[in-house]
């Protein structure tokens, strides 16, 4: 049965539990669970993750852990009773879990790696503080160490600092605003610093004592390796001072034995030293540890003779040094012990031994030995920081091991008050002995005794160093042979105090003797007592001893005998008369030089302190004495302080009034003494005194009776020394006359208190007097002052045990009253002045609410006075902080709400004040980067904000209604009303807490809201009717949104804990302000009017808040604004401007979803129904909601990774929603320079001119000024409408698309010419000359087209069910394009057919691409049927402004013919027509429509015929009248394709599909278009005789056997068609039969005359440039995967002129993303010139069935997945199976090497070679169909397209000429290649680098070669014969070549000879005459002086004789001859005209 648990209630699961029972809760381990019943080993509860899943689950699983339960029953809450730290440390774990996995995740690997060490420490250290074995020190210490690495993790993760007291987390409910500031700021601190807040904090107010931390340096002997001695050694290790050449600390010593282990056998491992209290002027000093080594045993070591074995002696041995500047940086990083290795050095002369550290250090080796390896001394050094008890309680291991301590000679820096000293330091410095008779030198040893006055031996009293115990007798080492030994040997004396007087030191000298005896002899003494007659001990310096006789029979058992004796020169002069009959007589030559140091706190040698002490000795003497105590050292004084104070309070006692004032003295002397931070420690010693020694009953009144004098006298006296120093000691004088009075009350039961208290009063007036004193004049009077007031607020707790509370508190006010005001007083007084209020706010006293009842009103007058002059604002603060923290402490007292209102009414106003000017002056800093003003710093404004926000979160109900009701006017009102709104709103604009003070940041918040909902019943009461008052109600508002809008506020962004926690304390503070602040604008009534539009986009930004309960609350106020909108003016126009401004400019920001947007649509429309001007309303709701579609798109595409495809379409969808539907022009205008900036970026110019275009056309010339906008400055409309026009000029020269900039050109033109502006109207025409010159010569690139569909609602809105066609890149093929694709749209998926998808796909949740290519249907017919147009303008024209693209598609229609399947296959044409023109502002636009026709198989075939015609028709004109002598192959292949697929069943299959009678009979209605097709049929055959007689005619030798197969197969041709096509016989006898001779074929050759073209061509005109593009099938259409009989080769390598051979490229593939295509344009060289050789083909290749060759144009070609696809080696690529064996590769291979010279790139492969002009680079298109209409100019000229007009020319009749002059300039601006080998110079450019392709850079020596076979195009560039429309470069008709021009080695040989292109040449030309063009003048570039000759036209022949009739004879047009350099003057001109035009701009 399931009980309700009673003790189990919260637990820990310790082991995962997957809840696989009935009602089993699912537990993960680590998680918390809270238990409500139990029953039988399980429980039942919930986890605290999901408290809303209960569950049971079992005990065993959980950890009980021990809890508090609150609210006990179903609802209860328990929360675990354990440590706040480990509880911190569990969730703060957790939090940090996912960011740790993240931080791997973002590759941020070194903060992963230092996270997961912390964490591991944090995982440590709480296990630590859950053991429960620590001790307070201990848990103290792993708290810091926990809190220090929280707030490390936190930082670096970005999370919000954790404010602390005392390492837990403050409670901010708990404590003032200005302390959880400073919290904030001291766990700042720690953060960086690394050390608690405990540690990091000091006393604010005060002196700060700043004690000095000593330093302690570890040493441990670990071995003496260099151990070959064989003898004992005492080993001696001290710091030694170089500099001052002296020690400074005792020594430590270390005794050896033999075999260098320790003596004594216990002190294995632990022969280690603590040098302790070294200052850090010691650590600066240049420091060294020294050791001697000084060893026991025979007198020289390696002689056993001197000496016999058992006499030891001691001798030194050797040294060694260590510097410490050297070590000390590496030993104070580490926390562990060191190593160091010390040489040990011996001496080279002995009497040089007191010398040897020295030497060493200095590098004297000449004086000392080096050893001769490296072992020596190993030592460890740790170097440790702290006082002693720390040292002691934090290295207890070091302790243990019976560390050394060995002290300073002297005392150190800090004298502690229980540091008993009584050490003397003994130095034997030096002797001086006669030889005494002996032939050599004394071995001399002393013997160092303490004797007391009774002559016994002081035991243990002599000390050779630290680590050893104490001795009774020193024996001193022995220097071999020396009578002036010199030993410098230090010993301390540790003789007790009670020991010390009567004690005397004796020395005996004895000499060594090396004999066989090895005796000692005893011949002389010395000796000198401790202390001196006047009782100072021996004084601390050197001291000369005499040196007495005596022998071993001397006996020294009375030691008076000699004690009477002078011992040294002193006592000599002080008993002159010394009888000489004593027993011991001096040695007048021999002398004892010791010296002394005394360190102790019992004994002095000061004999003025000695004095005092023994005053009564000497009473007539006590006034020097007193005077002479000054003079006393301070470290004598506080050794004796007790005794000292005793002395003098008995002397006052004695005489008061006779030593009164001296003793006053002496006594402030000592107080002031003990301010020193050396003696500091000593104030607990006075303390100490005064509450348990002092005796001074009676003290107090001369006390207080010198004090008063003292003050009174400050007035007067001109030094004032001695009062400032009365002042300063005013603490310690009040505690002694305090206890004073306490001991004399206790003594006389309170007698005399009255009289007590009016001295203190008295006093009191004195002390008010004083700081009452005008001091401006006197600078001595103010240190007084100062003095005064640094002191008086330590007196308060001394008066508060004589006085009452409130009588204190009368006295404090008082004296804090008589200080005059800040404007009387200088600068240092007034922080004086502030201290000492701020001493007393941090003094017990205040903390009594009586006290501060009366206090309280002159500090707050005070502080008020500073903080209207704005003057000491730090310290005002810190005064205020202090304040807050004791009533927020004491908050629950009534007497709180009273101080409250009068700190509202004193400060509330001039906080406010300081505040803003604060922030303004912060402000102003910042915006001049200058030096910050002190006062102006984030400290000041940190602590007057939290200050502020103190007040106002103590502020009740009550005080507010006091506040409001308390101001005299409403324009106070307002004053104050607008002051605090301003501050908030600062607070929330300048985040003035930094963004991880997360809890500063809320409850800053909650205040502001808690405020705000007192202050608003105040504005609504006071300034809404008729009073209404808008600045105040602006001030409002914006104070409103600037909340609701705050980054601290947005839940959203925050964990779901952290949310939680946020929301179950405060509630979302948005909503609570939302509330307010509609209920307001509800207030408002009528005035509602006055905030709009102002408030529209404020109140949007608020709306945009991703809050719905804000969304729902704020949306409606629109229609609020709409209706008061709609009643003032009818319409709510404004409302609507402002709204979509605004919102296009926050949707940008990254405000608003899809949630907003149907939110907003659904609560205005259902507010709108019920009102009048509904229509109008919904029509405006869902044109913004529209918009709001549109811009959420937008802003998704710019704010994610996505392409600039993207982005750019998205951009035009938002452009034109602005222009046509909300008609907004400044939007527009912006959205328009967005997009242009993307097409510059994408280098899509002519997009950009065209986007420019937009803004160029909404200007107009007129002298308008136009303000600042965007980037263009004030300017007039002119102006700007100029600077565009310049620019868009610019990008369409850049573009390559000079047409539409001539027209541009030609109207500014106007413009200059109207303003007789002469310069820049000649910079303008030169730079519309360079256009055409441009339009001419260089090459342009024919992009291909792409249709696109979008299918799936997964697609951004401006995308979704929508087809568009796109331009491509430059070189961008149909796979690149699906790639790219692709790429953009990864989640994308490829339709694989071209069919239109059904409704599922459009309506499914995916996204589907369906792209194929498309052909452009040219709009510019007229153009491309004029004859003379150069192809390469025919050639912009064809695929520029194109509205219309087409799409073949081939099918069968009924039952296929397998023998000839032509009869059945038809070609379904699709036309797609776009919304606008391509090029134009995009790279693609929608598709408006779709129409599809039908084209027959006959139709089909004419189309196929008919073009196959016209180009072999225009490659013969071009060999025919070129003169193309050196290489024919692209002739020789375009004959062998038609000719050998006639034979082979080409044409002849239409003969059979369309001619048999069958089909005549059932095809009546075809019988015209059957006649059109035998007519071209005829044509086709005379065609190929003229081209077979100019073949004949310029053939190779090497080649004669493929042209005689030719004339073999052209027979074989015609007797195939002969019988279908009847007179085609006797159509060219010259080539009716194989036993034709050549020669009649070559006689037959003339030049096509336009009779011969009109004979067989009459259905079309002859277009010797190009034709208009019929709507027809290709016969590459018939060749799919069921035909096995016909095989494609590509028709560019066959049907091509020679022009467009160069430039073939793949078609588009149009069938489905799957079609074969041909990788991106790759790199070919040109074949060797072997292989460009023409020999005769091997005869495999003769009769090839598979050279099948009638392809239509490439645009016209269906689909590339039907053709086989070939690579750049001329390899098929997998394009179709059935044909890929058939195609001869090799021969394909052997032509292309033969045609392809060095390719060059071209870029659409669908053109006919006719069509094919110059490629275009990328162009655009014009926003909308209305554009034109904007342009009359353009209109005027060209109609509907914006291209320059072409001016007409008179032809003559009579004269025509095949020969193409307009191709000169074309040719040769073509790119070069660099081949290995070439036939001339060409000054050419390079092809410019496609700006998108990544394959399309172009250089000399590379050319392009791209494309797939199957398409029926290469991309070929120009070859080494391809020089057929070009004139030959003679050095008579043409410059040099410029430098930058490509060049190649002339001499480099040929198969040919360079081809001859000028028709004036002779040879060459049969002498023919053209008539001179009278109505023109000659082109540009043609000398005029020398007309070339015409070509006579040729005498009418008959069919017969193979000619083609004539039928008018034209001019052609002039040859122009290049006689400039590439660069020509012209384009020099506009060059620099364009540059200058720039610049000027």
């Known amino acids: 049965m399931w009980t309700p648990t009673e003790e189990e209630k919260i637990g820990v699961v310790i082991c995962s539990f997957r809840g696989s029972v009935a009602q089993g809760l699912s537990l993960e381990i680590g998680e918390t669970v809270q238990i409500l019943e139990k029953c039988e080993g399980w429980y039942r509860g919930f986890s605290t993750k ?102 490390w993790g936190n930082e670096h993760l970005g999370l919000d600092l954790v404010p602390r007291k005392e390492f837990e987390m403050a409670d901010a409910e708990q404590i003032s605003v200005s302390d959880l500031y400073k919290m904030h700021l001291s766990s700042r601190h720690s953060v960086q610093q690394s050390t ?141 012990e060191k190593d160091f290795v010390l040489k040990v050095y011996t001496c080279n002369n002995e009497n040089e031994w007191c010398q040897i550290h020295e030497n060493i250090i200095r590098k004297s080796s000449t004086k000392y030995t080096a050893p001769s390896t490296n072992y020596g001394l190993i030592i460890s050094l740790q170097l440790l920081r702290g006082e002693m008890e720390l040292i002691r309680r934090e290295n207890p291991m070091i302790f243990n091991r019976g560390v050394a301590v060995t002290r300073k000679l002297g005392f150190p820096d800090v004298i502690m008050p229980g540091d008993i000293r009584n050490d003397l330091y003994l130095i034997l410095e030096r002797g001086d002995f006669e030889r005494g008779g002996k032939s050599v030198q004394k071995n001399i040893e002393v013997t160092v005794y303490v004797l007391y006055a009774d002559g016994e031996v002081l035991k243990d009293c002599i000390s050779l160093g630290s680590g050893e115990p104490s001795v009774s007798e020193h024996r001193s080492f022995v220097l071999y042979h020396n009578n002036s030994p010199r030993w410098g040997e230090i010993i301390k004396l540790p003789i007790p105090v009670d020991r010390f007087r009567g004690s005397h030191l004796r020395f005996e000298f004895r000499h060594c003797s090396t004999k066989d005896k090895g005796e000692k002899k005893l011949f002389g003494f010395a000796f000198t007592p401790l202390m001196r007659e006047d009782g100072t001990t021996l004084s601390d310096e050197s001291h000369e001893l005499y040196v007495y006789k005596c022998d071993e029979n001397s006996t020294f058992s009375n030691q008076a005998l000699y004690l009477g004796l002078p011992c040294c020169k002193e006592d000599f002069n002080g008993c002159p008369n010394i009888p000489s009959s004593l027993i011991f007589q001096r040695s007048a030559k021999e002398m004892l030089w010791i010296s002394t140091q005394l360190s102790s706190t019992k004994l002095t040698q000061n004999v003025d302190l000695l004095a005092l002490l023994k005053w009564k000795a000497h009473p007539d003497r006590l006034m020097d004495i007193l005077g002479r105590l000054r003079h006393v050292s301070g470290e004598e004084i506080v050794k004796f302080l007790q005794d000292i104070l005793d002395t003098l309070f008995s002397i006052l006692d004695d005489n008061t009034d006779k030593y009164g004032p001296l003793v006053f003295q002496s006594l402030v002397f000592i107080i002031n003494l003990l301010r020193d931070s050396k003696y500091y420690h000593f104030r607990p010693v006075m303390d100490t005194y005064i509450q348990k020694h002092f005796a001074g009953a ?37 505690k002694f006359i305090v206890q004073s009075r306490i001991l004399y009350s206790r003594a006389t039961c309170g007698m005399e208190e009255d009289q007590f208290r009016l001295s203190i009063q008295e006093l009191f007036q004195s002390i008010r007097f004083v700081l009452s004193l005008d001091s401006r004049s006197s600078e001595t009077l103010i240190f007084t002052q100062a003095a005064l007031l640094n002191s008086f607020p330590t007196i308060f707790d001394e008066l508060l045990q004589m006085f009452t509370v409130q009588e204190v508190a009368e006295f404090v006010r008082g004296t804090l009253g008589s200080m005059p005001s800040t404007v009387h007083i200088g600068q240092s007084m007034d922080v004086v002045k502030l201290q000492s209020i701020a001493r007393t706010v941090d003094s017990r006293l205040f903390s009594f609410p009586e006290s501060r009842r009366i206090l309280l009103p002159v500090v707050l007058h005070h502080i008020h006075l500073h903080l209207r002059q704005q003057k000491e604002l730090l310290i005002c603060s810190g005064i205020l902080s202090s304040i807050f923290s004791i009533i927020k402490t004491s908050s629950l007292e009534t007497s709180v709400q009273e101080e409250v209102e009068m700190m509202v009414e004193s400060l509330l106003d001039v906080l406010l004040q300081t505040l803003l000017t604060i922030l303004s002056k912060s402000q102003s800093q910042e915006a001049v980067r200058g030096q910050r003003c002190p006062q102006c710093t984030a400290e000041i404004t940190g602590e007057y904000v939290s200050c502020l926000l103190s007040l106002l979160r103590q502020m009740s109900e009550i005080h507010y209604h006091h506040l409001l009701d308390n101001f005299q006017s409403k324009e ?152 008061w909108e709609q009643r003032k003016n009818g319409n709510f126009k404004q409302v609507e401007a402002e709204l979509i401004d605004k919102l296009d400019s926050l949707v940008s920001e990254g405000k608003g979803d899809e949630n907003y947007r149907e939110l907003f649509s659904l609560l205005l429309l259902e507010k709108i129904e019920q009102e009048t001007w509904r229509e109008t309303g919904i029509s405006f709701v869902t044109s913004v909601t529209r918009l709001m579609e549109r811009l959420l798109d937008y802003r998704d595409c710019m704010k994610g990774d996505e392409t600039e495809n993207k982005k750019i379409g998205c951009t035009v969808n938002l452009l034109n929603f602005y222009k046509s539907e909300i008609n907004k022009e400044e939007m527009y205008i912006r959205y328009i320079h967005k997009l242009c900036d993307m097409h510059l970026q994408a280098e899509n110019y002519t997009e950009a001119a065209f986007t420019l275009l937009l803004y160029w056309e909404l200007l107009h010339w007129e002298d308008r000024p136009l303000r600042e906008f965007l980037h263009y400055p004030t300017q007039s409309e002119w102006q700007r409408k100029e600077g565009l026009c310049r620019k868009v000029i610019h990008y369409f020269n850049k573009g390559k698309c000079w047409e539409y900039g001539i027209p541009l050109c030609r109207e500014l033109a106007s413009q200059y010419e109207a303003l007789y502006d002469y310069q820049s109207l000649s910079w303008i025409r030169k730079m519309e000359a360079a256009y055409y010159d441009n339009i001419m010569e260089q090459q342009r690139l024919e992009p291909e087209f792409f249709r696109v569909g979008f299918y799936g609602r997964k697609f951004p809105f401006f995308l979704r069910n929508k087809e568009f066609v796109c331009r491509g890149h430059d070189y961008e093929r149909l796979e690149a394009f699906q790639q790219r694709m692709l790429g953009e749209f990864p989640q994308a998926i490829a339709m694989q057919h071209p069919n239109q998808p059904d409704e599922t796909i459009l309506q499914c949740d995916a996204q589907y691409l369906q792209i194929y290519a498309v052909t452009p249907i040219s709009e510019n017919a007229d153009v491309l049927q004029m004859d003379r147009v150069p192809e390469r303008i025919k050639s912009f024209y064809r695929i520029n402004n194109v509205h219309r693209f087409r799409y073949d598609r081939p099918f069968h229609k009924g039952p296929k013919d397998r023998d000839n399947e032509f009869k059945s296959l038809w070609i379904e044409r699709t036309t797609l027509i776009l919304t606008r023109p391509l090029p134009g502002i995009s790279r693609w636009f929608e598709v408006e429509k779709r129409e599809v026709v039908e084209v027959s198989p006959l139709e ?80 086709q055959v005379h065609i190929l005789g003229v081209g077979l007689a100019v073949h004949e005619k310029l053939v190779h030798p090497e080649m004669r056997p493929l042209h005689k197969k030719l004339i073999d197969q052209f027979q074989m041709m015609r007797s195939s068609l002969c019988h279908g096509l009847p007179g085609l016989e006797k159509i060219s006898p010259a080539c009716s039969g194989a036993s034709t001779p050549r020669g009649s074929i070559l006689a037959s050759h003339s030049p096509l005359s336009p009779e011969s073209i009109k004979l067989v061509h009459r259905h079309s005109p002859l277009n010797l440039l190009g034709s208009i593009r019929h709507s027809s099938s290709s016969l590459s259409s018939h060749t799919s995967s069921e035909t096995g009989n016909l095989v494609i080769l590509t028709d560019g390598l066959v049907g091509e002129t020679s022009e467009d051979i160069y430039r073939m490229q793949a078609s588009p593939s149009s069938s489905s993303l799957s079609s074969t295509h041909s990788a991106p344009s790759q790199m070919i060289n040109s074949a060797p010139s072997s292989a460009r050789g023409s020999p005769s083909l091997p005869d495999k290749y003769r009769h090839n069935r598979e050279m099948i060759m009638l392809l239509p144009p490439h645009r016209d070609r269906p689909s590339s997945a039907m053709y086989p ?111 290995a080998r070439s036939l001339r110079k060409s000054p050419l450019h390079p092809i410019p680098a496609s700006p998108t392709s990544p394959h399309s850079g172009l250089n000399g020596s590379s050319s392009t070669l791209s494309g797939s076979a199957s398409s029926g195009v290469s991309s070929l560039s120009e070859s080494n014969f391809g020089h057929s429309c070009e004139p030959p470069i003679h050095t008579d008709t043409m410059d040099s070549v410029p430098s930058h021009s490509w060049t190649i080695d002339e001499d480099v040989e040929s198969p040919y000879r360079p081809v001859r292109y000028s028709i004036s040449e002779p040879d060459v030309l049969e002498p023919m005459k053209l008539p001179p063009c009278r109505s023109h003048s000659a082109p540009s570039g043609v000398n005029p002086h020398h007309d070339p000759p015409t070509l006579p036209p040729k005498p009418y022949m008959g069919r017969g004789e193979g000619c083609i009739p004539e039928e008018e004879m034209r001019p052609r047009p002039m040859p122009r001859k290049i006689s400039q350099p590439l660069l020509s003057c012209k384009e020099e001109q506009a060059k620099v005209a364009w540059e200058h035009g720039i610049k000027e701009e």
Request: glycine share 4%; proline share 5%.
């Open 1765 to 1875: 696809a070939m690579t750049e080696n001329g390899q098929v690529g997998a394009g179709n199976s059935q044909t890929q064996h058939l195609i001869p590769t090799n021969f394909q291979r052997a032509l292309i090497q033969q045609v392809i010279g060095p390719c060059k790139p071209c870029s659409d492969p669908n053109l006919s070679v006719v069509e094919k002009a110059v490629p275009t680079a990328p162009s655009s298109w014009s926003l909308d169909s209305g554009t034109r209409e904007t342009m009359p100019f353009l209109s005027a000229h060209v109609g509907s397209i914006m291209v320059p007009p072409v001016p007409p020319r008179t032809i003559p009749h009579g004269h025509f000429s095949m020969h193409f002059d307009a191709f000169h300039h074309q040719i040769s601006d073509l790119p070069p290649a660099l081949p």
């Open 196 to 336: 608690s807040q405990g540690d990091s904090m000091r006393q604010r107010h005060g002196e700060a004592c700043r004690i000095p931390i000593p330093h302690h340096l570890f040493l441990n002997l670990k071995s003496f390796t260099y151990n070959t001695i064989g003898e004992d050694t005492d080993v001696f290790f001290s710091l030694f001072d170089m500099r001052e050449g002296k020690q400074i600390s005792e020594r430590f010593m270390v005794k050896l034995n033999k075999n260098g282990g320790p003596k004594n056998p216990e002190k294995i491992d632990r022969l280690c030293a603590l040098f302790t209290d070294l200052s850090n002027r010691d650590m600066k000093r240049d420091l060294y540890i020294v050791s001697h080594v000084i060893r026991t045993g025979r007198m020289l070591l390696n002689d056993s003779k001197k000496g016999p074995a058992h006499v030891q002696y001691r001798r030194p041995y050797g040294c060694a040094v260590l510097s410490m500047i050297d070590i000390l940086q590496s030993i104070s990083e580490l926390k562990e």
């Open 50 to 151: 999901k408290p809303t899943v209960k569950g049971i689950f079992p005990t065993n699983y959980v950890h009980l852990k021990k809890g508090i339960v609150s609210n006990s029953g179903q609802y209860e809450t328990v929360v675990l009773l354990e440590d706040s730290i480990v509880t911190e440390v569990t969730s703060t774990l957790q939090e940090w879990a996912f960011l740790w996995k993240q931080l791997y995740v973002k590759n941020k690997v070194d903060l992963f790696y230092k996270l997961r060490h912390v964490m591991n420490e944090l995982f440590d250290l709480r296990r630590q503080l859950l053991s429960g074995h620590l001790t307070q020190d201990q848990i103290r210490d792993v708290k810091r160490h926990i809190t220090v690495r929280l707030d």
């Open 1500 to 1579: 089909n075939g004419i189309y196929v015929v008919e073009n196959k015609n016209h180009e072999l028709r225009t490659l013969i004109c071009q060999y025919q009248h070129k003169q193309l002598h050196g290489n024919i192959n692209l002739l020789s292949m375009c004959l062998n394709g038609m000719i050998d697929a006639a034979v082979n069943g080409g044409i002849a299959r239409y003969q059979e599909a369309f001619f048999d009678k069958d089909y005549i009979t059932s095809h009546p209605e075809d019988a015209e278009k059957i006649t059109q097709l035998k007519e071209l049929m005829q044509e």
């Open 698 to 734: 009676l003290a107090y009144k001369e006390l207080i009776h010198c004090l008063k004098w003292y003050m009174d006298r400050s007035a007067e006296v001109i030094r004032q020394d001695h009062i400032q120093e009365a002042m300063r000691a005013l603490e310690y004088l009040f």
């Open 972 to 1123: 106070e009102l307002k004053e104050f009303l607008l002051k605090i709104f301003c501050v908030f709103r600062n607070l929330m604009k300048l985040s003035i807490f930094p963004r991880d003070w997360m809890v500063m940041r809320l409850l800053t918040s909650n205040i502001i809201v808690t405020t705000a909902q007192y202050l608003s019943p105040a504005l609504h009461k006071n300034f809404t009717e008729a009073d209404f008052d808008f600045k105040v109600w602006n001030s409002y508002f914006s104070l409103a949104v600037l909340y609701i809008n705050q980054p601290s506020l947005q839940l959203e962004t925050l964990t779901p804990s952290k949310r939680k926690k946020i929301l179950d304390k405060y509630g979302d503070m948005r909503v609570m302000m939302a509330y307010e602040l509609f209920g307001m604008w509800q207030n408002l009534g009528e005035n509602k009017i006055h905030f709009i539009p102002g408030m529209i986009g404020p109140f949007l930004g608020v709306t945009l808040v991703p809050q719905n309960e804000v969304r729902n609350i704020m949306i409606p106020i629109f229609h609020d604004m709409m209706d």
